[in-house]
């Protein structure tokens, strides 16, 4: 079992920056696929952002490539992903979420086996 926790989220206007981090309970975190997804009102649960199990591969979103980036710390136990030059569009609850096969990187949300909560990011223009 694995519990995910996301944190960084917030207000911030039009083309700032924000990090968002998912700190993971438990000693597999460094063998799990790891994924951002985001979900605004109204709107389905969408991939933003994924990393392998070492880091080495990573995936993005049409929408926020060149502008966020994803990353893993395996001794720490947490995935981080930097956003910037934000967009009000941007504005969703973003998820962190854990795939236990940890090479390919799945983007659609079924696949994965644990989620966070959730973090409110709100991008005012």
């Known amino acids: 079992q694995v519990q995910l926790v996301e944190s960084g989220g917030g207000l911030v206007q039009a083309g700032g920056s924000l990090r968002l981090s998912c700190a993971a309970s438990?000693?597999?975190?460094?063998?799990?696929?790891m994924g951002w997804f985001r979900q605004a009102p109204g709107k389905q649960r969408e991939f933003v952002a994924g990393?392998?199990?070492?880091?080495?591969?990573?995936s993005y979103a049409d929408s926020v490539k060149g502008r966020f980036t994803i990353s893993r710390d395996n001794v720490k136990n947490t995935m981080y992903l930097q956003m910037n030059s934000l967009k009000p569009e941007d504005t969703a609850v973003y998820y962190c979420?854990?795939?236990?096969?940890?090479?390919?990187?799945?983007?659609?949300?079924?696949?994965?086996?644990?989620w966070g909560q959730g973090t409110q990011v709100t991008v005012s223009s």
């Open positions: 979420a854990a795939d236990r096969q940890g090479i390919v990187i799945q983007r659609t949300p079924s696949p994965y086996d644990y």
């Open positions: 438990g000693r597999t975190f460094s063998m799990y696929t």
């Open positions: 990393v392998n199990w070492s880091g080495e591969s990573t």
